[in-house]
């Protein structure tokens, strides 16, 4: 073994050769979104970074996007079996720009204007270089080359592909490469059996949320007919609701005349989620605050996303004054537990309402007023605080349940990493 030079790599195999990366492809060139699909010949499917899937290195099943392209735009862009995608432009704070895939059975395809395409050198094996690219990226190596000015990162991808690598022979390299696509293909298995169990936990989580705001948890209680589609019976002693009357909505905004200089906490659709709540709170002072950043909202109220509705967005506020865009419904509820009312809105019921009054096909969206008006079970206070108490048990336990799994996850795609790291720097030998 040798010292590489290079900090991320270190030692490498004494016969390894030395390489600059951009002389591993024989193209690099950048892709284009095209127009609106025309229904013609110019239709061709654009790969999105949208499609790409990290764990694997390949393209996601589903749905494509078809765009339309002039036909020497199609000659040019046009993929082969073993193209490099390289995402230059997008990222985040947890996912830096600069993800790679390899473009397995996409011969024909297009790419859209943040990837651009590497075109391996027949002498290196394609697969072999997209583990390098995976293991270049998790260990770092494309931070530097990282530039930022607005809330987009962009990567330097020709100041990265002069950066010197160590490659051996193309058969050793074929022999990695296979030997990698061995191992990871169980490491994936192992990660979607364990994936597989956790949304059955989420899904048993949510019958069971939806079972119990909507019948109760007396299994013995008379029944009663809702008169609601899709309700059916509820408990005799419980009543029916619209959202409308057992709360209020949308009662506070931002002043315009609101100090400039005031600093505000700011959530938009991004940071909330289904299962977590709010994860991420922004700090702007009010004169640089985003336009749609209106509503105040109270500690226990209950913030339902109203554009994008497919993210469900749904969550009760555990904080005094913070603003929350005007993509969500601000129902503060009254005669009401709140929890009680958040785990209602987060029920299969209501959520299917929220998706069957929705309009729009990409960005799905529900006026407020039209929310406000769906039905609401109304058992008794005392009962309302036995179900949240029974409910915030169970969903702890299954959200434990679903943790344990998640970790099981992650030292999983960590043993990847570390695996394709020590084969393809040479640091264990395929035998």
Not at 314 to 320: F, K, L, Q, R, W
Not at 413 to 428: A, Q, R, V
Request: hydrophobic share 35%; with cysteine; net charge neutral.
């Amino acid at each position: 073994m040798k010292d590489s030079g290079v900090e991320w790599i270190g030692q490498i195999p004494e016969d390894w050769r030395t390489i600059r990366l951009k002389y591993l492809f024989i193209d690099r060139t950048g892709g284009a979104w095209g127009d609106e699909a025309k229904d013609n010949d110019g239709d061709i499917v654009c790969i999105r970074v949208a499609d790409f899937d990290f764990g694997t290195q390949t393209i996601k099943d589903g749905n494509k996007t078809l765009r339309n392209y002039e036909q020497k735009t199609i000659e040019r862009l046009k993929l082969e079996e073993h193209d490099l995608l390289i995402e230059k432009s997008g990222g985040g704070e947890k996912t830096p720009v600069g993800r790679t895939i390899i473009a397995t059975g996409c011969r024909g395809f297009l790419f859209a204007n943040f990837i651009d395409r590497l075109r391996i050198r027949s002498e290196h094996s394609p697969k072999y270089i997209a583990y390098f690219f995976r293991s270049l990226y998790y260990n770092g190596a494309t931070n530097p080359y990282i530039k930022q000015t607005t809330g987009i990162q962009n990567l330097d991808i020709e100041n990265l592909l002069r950066e010197t690598i160590f490659v051996p022979t193309c058969a050793i390299q074929q022999r990695i490469a296979d030997f990698l696509d061995a191992k990871c293909e169980k490491i994936d298995s192992l990660i979607a059996n364990q994936q597989a169990q956790i949304e059955k936990l989420k899904e048993y989580k949510q019958a069971v949320i939806t079972e119990t705001v909507t019948k109760g948890l007396d299994k013995t209680a008379p029944m009663k007919d809702s008169g609601v589609d899709l309700l059916g019976d509820i408990p005799k002693d419980w009543g029916v609701n619209r959202v409308k009357f057992i709360s209020t909505y949308n009662d506070e905004a931002i002043s315009d005349k609101t100090d400039p200089n005031a600093v505000i906490d700011y959530v938009d659709i991004g940071s909330v989620s289904f299962e977590k709540g709010i994860e991420k709170i922004e700090k702007f002072s009010f004169k640089i605050a985003p336009s749609r950043a209106k509503r105040i909202t109270r500690k226990g109220d209950i913030i339902i996303s109203t554009v994008r509705t497919y993210l469900k967005a749904i969550t009760m506020v555990d904080v005094e004054g913070l603003i929350v865009s005007t993509g969500f419904c601000v129902l503060r509820p009254r005669n009401m537990l709140n929890k009680y009312i958040e785990y209602f809105c987060k029920s299969n019921f209501f959520t299917d309402n929220v998706t069957r009054y929705s309009v729009g096909i990409s960005y799905p969206a529900i006026n407020a007023s039209d929310l406000v008006g769906f039905v609401v079970c109304q058992p008794l206070l005392t009962e309302q605080k036995q179900i949240v108490e029974y409910l915030d048990k169970k969903c702890a336990d299954i959200d434990s349940l679903i943790s344990i799994k998640q970790q099981k996850i992650e030292k999983l795609k960590e043993y990847k990493k570390s695996l394709t790291y020590e084969y393809i720097t040479g640091k264990k030998d395929v035998v």
